[in-house]
């Protein structure tokens, strides 16, 4: 079964930045479309951010211009890169391969004001 590693979350003060990582234990180029999702307290999760295998990408529009997703296939790893972070950026950061309803655990964002 695939598995799909977050890491790099924490605690930022707002106007930081961080940098998310997702291992996965498989070709991430065989798994397609990759994405960054969120879940903040009490909202449904909401996508982040999405590259496809030819390195097109598309984002939400609450993080555009702010945040860039990118993938090195060689590692199997997806990136998130995080500017200009803020309060309402605050959640649970999670990666999915859009092909598959597999799920990581999860890395937690808190940006402070």
């Known amino acids: 079964q695939v598995q799909l590693v977050e890491s790099g979350g924490g605690l930022v003060q707002a106007g930081g930045s961080l940098t998310l990582s997702c291992a996965a234990s498989?070709?991430?180029?065989?798994?397609?479309?990759m994405g960054w999702y969120r879940q903040a307290p009490g909202k449904q999760r909401e996508m982040v951010a999405t590259?496809?295998?030819?390195?097109?990408?598309n984002y939400a529009s609450s993080v555009k211009g702010r945040f860039t997703i990118s993938k090195d296939n060689g590692k199997n790893t997806v990136y998130l890169q995080m500017n200009s972070l803020k309060p309402e950026d605050t959640a649970v950061y999670y990666c999915?391969?859009?092909?598959?309803?597999?799920w990581g655990q999860g890395t937690q964002v808190t940006v402070s004001s």
């Open positions: 999915k391969a859009l092909s598959l309803s597999v």
């Open positions: 498989t070709s991430i180029y065989r798994l397609g479309t």
């Open positions: 590259i496809n295998n030819g390195g097109f990408t």
